[in-house]
């Protein structure tokens, strides 16, 4: 069965500091990936996706995520964090890139200290 | 219009009542999407609508959960004889094609007491 892990509920870093959220899957076929950002008061927003071309995905905001089929990790980076970046990060897996068939983790929300 | 829409955005109901929750999406899009958000789940996939084919209701929960789209637009969900554990944050999506990026609504808070 098609499942996506998030570890931490909860991420808190400083300012500038980097920022690595993780996500790691489960599918017995090959997985087409996202990570959705949800700001506060906000519906959610796509930051990026994997859909089997290159495995280092660059995405809105800074932000960039690596799919590495050994680990079966999709972790979320961004090198400096700002202030801007606190929100819910929620990280998707997808059936042949069919939305109606996401798979979602829990969310990871991520607070940016000064 | 600019985004999806969705009303009430938060909508407090007595057990037993029936409540409508509306979506709004975004101009031009032919797919839309229910999701469900409970406390401590991720988001659970319920309908989906395509342009005029039948819609995928293979995630509603129960038969107390219904929902329509008019003239291929603005969709309703209508959940009837409510229950505390329909108590969730329900969004809605809608996309140019079932492939294509999605565009997310900001919810309805559900709460049922």
């Known amino acids: 069965a098609q499942s996506v892990t998030q570890l931490g ?16 899957y489960s599918s017995s076929v090959p997985p087409y990936l996202f990570w959705y950002v949800q700001y506060p008061n906000q ?69 940016v200290n000064p | 219009g600019a985004g999806v829409s ?6 407090v109901t007595e057990k037993g009542k029936d ?22 789940q991720g988001l659970e996939f319920l309908i989906y609508f395509q342009g005029n ?10 038969d107390r959960f219904s929902a329509e789209r008019t003239g291929g637009s603005v969709s309703t969900l209508t959940i009837q004889r409510t ?7 329900y969004l809605c999506a809608s996309s140019l094609g079932s492939t294509t990026e999605a565009f997310f609504g900001q919810g309805t808070r559900l709460t049922v007491v």
């Not at chain 1, 509920?9 to 790691?24: D, F, I, K, P, T």
């Not at chain 2, 229950?83 to 944050?89: G, K, L, N, R, Y």
């Open chain 2, 6 to 11: 969705q009303s009430p955005s938060n909508k």
């Open chain 2, 19 to 40: 409540v409508e929750l509306r979506c709004d999406p975004i101009s031009g899009h032919t797919a839309l999407y229910w999701y469900r958000q409970s406390l401590g």
């Open chain 1, 43 to 111: 519906g959610l927003q796509l930051l990026l996706k994997y859909t089997s071309a290159a495995t280092l995905v660059k995405g809105i905001n800074g932000f960039e995520a690596e799919f590495k089929k050994s680990e079966t990790s999709f972790h979320l980076t961004k090198p400096s964090a700002h202030m801007s970046d606190a929100a819910e990060y929620f990280c998707a897996l997808g059936d042949a890139g069919n939305n109606r068939k996401l798979i979602w983790g829990l969310g990871t929300s991520l607070a």
């Open chain 1, 9 to 24: 509920s909860h991420v808190s870093v400083s300012e500038g500091a980097l920022v690595l959220l993780r996500c790691n």
């Open chain 2, 53 to 62: 084919s039948a819609p995928d209701k293979s995630g509603l929960p129960s």
């Open chain 2, 83 to 89: 229950q505390q554990e329909d108590s969730a944050v």
